[in-house]
């Protein structure tokens, strides 16, 4: 089956930038969507369609692809960005939908 | 405002069954896909179904096919997600999730609203 590969964690200073990647074979074909969710909650769309920011997401936010990579990068990360993120697409068939296993921002 | 709202979640032993329903508002729900997305405790997300506007096109995950079925009831503005012959692995947070508004053939490729869950525990 399908799989998109996340790192597990990634950490960084308040006002430093984080980037979390997500790879797989059929990125070059199909859009990434990023989520992030805070424990206890659900999860929230930051960004669509690889680069889109939803209405209401700061502009810290931002995705970007190249080939089978895509990355969300937040600039100026604050405390609150503290997070569990997920990539999310389709597989190359187009009708099963995979998320990544997650990466947990630590904002140190 | 948009609002998704789980509930017939609970405690069910294995082999046994059980009917999630999402009572939708703030939108016209007949337009858009809708789906149900799981998270196993201390896990990540999984998609587990989706649903076309008008019922007629339903994809699921390849782990609960033939097990699960989703419907809707456009004119009650609700999804459901019934649940047979459940496994101690079924055992997580089962959120309800509004797809994409497109006509035609198109087919829905993200989740732009989330409800809270419903937690499904399946255990003897």
């Known amino acids: 089956s399908y799989e998109l590969t996340q790192p597990p964690s990634v950490s960084v200073s308040p006002g430093q930038t984080a980037r979390i990647t997500c790879s797989g074979d059929?990125?070059?074909?199909?859009?990434a969507y990023w989520y992030r969710q805070k424990p206890g909650q659900a999860p929230v769309m930051v960004i669509s369609k690889d680069t889109e920011r939803p209405s209401g997401i700061p502009e810290r936010f931002s995705g970007s692809s190249s080939g089978t990579i895509v990355t969300l990068t937040i600039s100026g990360v604050q405390a609150e960005d503290e997070a569990d993120y997920y990539c999310q697409s389709a597989d190359s068939s187009g009708n099963s939908l995979v998320f990544g296993g997650g990466t947990k921002l630590t904002v140190l | 405002e948009v609002q998704l709202v789980e509930s017939g979640g609970g405690l069910v032993q294995p082999g046994g069954s059980l009917r999630l329903s999402c009572a939708a508002s703030?939108?016209?729900?007949?337009?858009?896909?809708m789906s149900w997305v799981r998270q196993a405790p201390g896990k990540g997300l999984e998609w587990v179904a989706n649903?076309?506007?008008?019922?007629?096109?339903?994809y699921y995950v390849d782990s609960v096919k033939g097990r699960f079925t989703i419907s809707r009831d456009n004119a009650k503005n609700s999804l459901y997600l019934q649940m047979n012959s459940l496994r101690a692995e079924d055992t997580a947070v089962y959120y309800c999730?509004?797809?994409?508004?497109?006509?035609?053939?198109?087919?829905?490729?993200?989740?732009?609203?989330w409800g809270q869950g419903s937690l499904v525990t399946v255990s003897s």
């Open positions: 649903i076309k506007q008008d019922g007629s096109h339903k």
């Open positions: 703030g939108f016209r729900f007949s337009r858009y896909w």
């Open positions: 999730a509004r797809g994409e508004d497109c006509g035609g053939d198109c087919y829905s490729y993200y989740f732009d609203y």
């Open positions: 059929a990125l070059p074909k199909q859009y």
